[in-house]
């Protein structure tokens, strides 16, 4: 790649977390973007502190430490472009993700149509449902009004109608919200955004553009009743959450004026990368994206183009933890657990975890309880995000997941765990893949600020996602059978490069691993026994060339869904012995 | 590295701003010496809120509609009030279907608000009002000890200091509680039922100082009109000792309990103010302080969590620890001289 062609040669980027802000550094070396170091620090957008500025600063300064280039001058104000003296740097860009989810009130007509839909856009960020309004609410506009008035909304989501279709029954609703923002104390009226029939635009500007702070537009999330196109409206939707922060989030100002104004939702960002490597992908498999954060779970899937994005607040594993109980049960936690652990610890651990998310496990037993949270909250948020998948993703039965290739994982939670075995077992075991794919973990967190940077830097992604600076776990290999535990369900061989080669013969049941490094290849015969599939139909070989990992290829043979054995005892010894196959 | 203050001080001078959630009155004035339960300032707000439809009820336009309506913005009217008469030989006139205010009137409708509600502001700490924040309420001053919890029920109240423990993790039972404790503030370590709450509402008490409560506890702790403060947090964590001493040795005094939510955004916190006279008003205490050899800490998670103890080294680099992470961390010296190894994050400090 020529030089040349790179457009600023050096980007610094920050994801500002609920826990954590981490600011990573990219440059050019040998004429390509690469990765070349992070630095974090704790987050400070809660009190005492109050104030982002302090964290970014404090991480920024910690990558200053580690790369030993200046970024920020004396008065903390960051360097730009790089001067001579080889400090600063050409280009800067920033995600956020701290702060609670903003109360929105969602708008629409037929709950079928639009309000599915703009349930839907709600869900691609950091929003916490309150109320809903539709064309067949049974309450009276006064009880209407009063009831956006008590749910303090941060934002309205008006929808509804065709583009050229309905527009009295939207106009009626919007009198409702109209007299709401105009009964609230200007400084608290929320902001709305628009994005339902636009033959209204005119009509939405005059009668709410004065009783909001910010009146936003999108195309129409509905145009005709059988086409739905939520890109647009997510994407204003995004510029609303940072309107927002910006309103009541002391510093996202001054990052504001570092990224001209383009910070970004995490989650949106990781979700506008995830688009991008579908759009590469060119397969029938879908691209998978996670990420278990402090502030919320994060599905993002891409399939031929098209995203899915579901944010799951209620899945974060900080404030809103106590909070899960409302969508498990203890027990569905407690099935995760390799320790005998009562319930009541684990029912503890959930409020005390949410006094202090940015807190880490120091002991064995802490740890085991937060990957067993770990597991159910993203287990279920991508239950959740399943709803919203698209018909074209490629299925292998109604209740199992899509094929995906790859799965990338990111956020505290995974990133941080002790071994790469335990987070590739959390996330086989949450996710449940099904067929064969490969799963990359993301341990400095790079995508969401990749989404990022390709605002304005489209090579940058690309050079990075191929440069090695992910986590590659390996190459999974699924197995669905109807044969009973114990019985082969899968014959295996492994053909490494130089002739040799590694055989296996799984049980139902199982799970096994057989070796190969990053940046090994081999060739991999599967034969599958007994009518069981590994993603190609029941019964069908398969052999294929794959790529190592730091877990090589692993075949998981313990059955889709994943069925845990009832006696607590027994599913105990299941998980070590599962741990101990992963490497402990 | 910095981290957060956890204030638990024999002595300190104590500001505290307590505003309305809505535009209201001040009723206190400045340099007025006030109690913790004393209102200094009050609003209120309608509850509900009824719209009158008039072109609909006439079937004319809105603007005709608003010709015809007779009360305007901030009229009051009571129910049965004329809003609108229509014109013609069979005129029919819209009257308010209940008392209120009117908020908005136009576009061929009449918005009431009714039903008023009132919020009355507590001072929350005993001191000296020292600034009027116009319409909305007041920085109040106090000089005493001061412990900070993690979890209120929301309830104000001061009353005498009695201690019911012999050591920091007991267990409140109530049989243990009889009318001698009536209109005290009771310190208690952990409490396991609810039996015990209901017998303390019963008597009833001024206020419970817990170590921490259990979650399952929490529906009806909530709805206890006395105020309720757990120290420490949820489950079973004995109080730590740098708060349980300075509680015992205030016992039979005044303090008063602002049982506040924890707010991780606004840094409002339960605690706990025992108001202390002295000829010199001492420092404030900060918010945020840097982790350094010789503070004083509190563990915030497991194996330790609430346990008190001395910063007796900074780790270079990464330390590995028992659970198998790797991160910052930081000898500490437990005050039974046990030596710890605990994250960076895993502290705040005491002061």
Known sequence: ?584 | MLAPVNHILPLTTIERERILPVAGTVTAKLNQKVSSTDMIAEATWSREHVLIDVARALSISANAADRLIRVKVDDKVAEGTEVAVGKGIISRTIRAPRGGRVVAAGGGQVLLETGDASVQLKAGIPGTVVHIIPNRGALIRTVGALIQGTWGNGRIESGVLLNLTEKSDDVLSASRLDVSLRGSIILAGLVKDVETLRTAAELPVRGLILSSISPGLLPVAQQMRFPIVAIDGFGQIPMNSAAYKLLTSNAKRDVTINAEAFNRYTGARPEVIIPLPVSQEPSEPIDVDTLEVGKTVRMRRAPHAGAIGTLTKLHPGLSSLPSGLRAKAAEVKLENEEKILVPLVNLEIVG
């Open chain 1, 1 to 584: 790649m020529p030089v040349s062609l790179l457009q600023d040669n050096s980007l610094l980027a920050v994801n500002v977390g609920a826990s954590s802000t981490r600011a990573v550094l990219f440059d050019v070396v040998e004429g390509q973007y690469r990765f070349i170091a992070s630095g974090q620090a704790p987050s400070t957008a809660e009190a005492p502190y109050k104030d982002i500025t302090l964290g970014v600063n404090q991480a920024i300064a910690n990558l200053q430490t580690v790369t030993g280039k200046t970024l920020l001058d004396q008065d903390n104000q960051l360097i730009t472009p790089v001067q001579a003296d080889g400090s600063g740097v050409d280009a800067f860009a920033a995600t956020l993700s701290a702060g609670p989810a903003l109360r929105a009130v969602v708008v629409g007509l037929l709950s079928d149509v639009s309000m599915q839909s703009a349930q839907r856009l709600a869900e691609t960020a950091y929003l916490q449902v309150i109320e809903t309004f539709g064309l067949n609410d049974p309450r009276k506009p006064d009880e209407q009004i009063d009831a956006i008035l008590r749910a303090r909304p941060d934002i309205i989501i008006l929808t509804g109608g065709t583009d050229g279709g309905a527009s009295r029954s939207i106009q009626k609703i919007m009198e409702s919200v109209g007299l709401a923002c105009y009964l609230m104390p200007e400084e608290k009226r929320p902001m709305i955004l628009f994005a339902g029939n636009q033959s209204l635009t005119d009509s939405v500007k005059q009668s709410l553009g004065n009783l909001t702070p910010s009146l936003h537009f999108s195309p129409n999330i509905r145009p005709s009743l059988d086409t739905e196109d939520l890109v647009p409206a997510s994407r204003e939707l995004a510029q609303v959450f940072s309107d927002v922060r910006k309103r009541n989030m002391p510093g996202v100002d001054e990052l504001n004026t570092w990224t001209s104004g383009r910070t970004l939702p995490t989650a949106y960002a990781e979700g506008r990368i995830i688009r991008f490597l579908s759009r590469m992908n060119g397969t029938s498999r879908g691209i998978l994206g996670v990420d278990l954060g402090t502030t919320a779970a994060v599905v993002a899937a891409g399939f031929n183009g098209k995203l899915t994005l579901g944010v799951y607040p209620q899945f974060g594993l900080g404030e809103n933890l106590p909070g899960l109980l409302r969508y498990t049960q203890i027990e569905d936690i407690m099935r995760w657990l390799p320790l005998d652990i009562a319930p009541s610890v684990v029912r503890d651990y959930l409020y005390q975890r949410s006094l202090y998310p940015g807190t880490i496990p120091a002991t064995k037993e802490d740890h085991a309880i937060g990957h067993a949270i770990s597991r159910q909250v993203l287990y279920l948020a991508m239950q959740e995000a399943r709803r919203n998948f698209p018909p074209e993703a490629r299925l292998l039965r109604k209740d199992l997941m899509p094929l995906f290739e790859p799965i990338l994982a990111g956020g505290g939670a995974l990133s941080d765990a002790p071994t790469p075995g335990q987070s590739l077992l959390l996330l086989l075991d949450a996710l449940q893949p099904v067929g064969i794919t490969s799963i990359i973990l993301d341990q400095n967190n790079l995508l969401p600020l990749l989404g990022a940077a390709s605002e304005s830097n489209y090579l940058l992604p690309v050079q990075v996602l191929e440069s090695g600076a992910f986590m590659s776990l390996g190459t999974i290999v699924s197995v669905i059978s109807p044969a009973s535990y114990g019985t082969p369900v899968l014959r295996v061989r492994l053909t490494y490069d130089d002739g040799s080669d590694a055989r296996a013969e799984v049980k139902f049941g199982g799970l096994e691993i057989l070796p190969l490094g990053m940046g090994q290849t081999a060739r991999l015969t599967l034969q599958p026994l007994n009518r069981s599939d590994i993603g190609n139909g029941a019964g069908r070989n398969a052999t294929i060339q794959v790529a190592g990992g730091v877990m090589g290829v692993v075949i998981d043979a313990r059955g889709r869904p994943l069925t845990l054995p009832e006696d607590p005892v027994r599913r105990r010894e299941l998980f070590k012995k599962w741990l101990w196959s992963v490497g402990g």
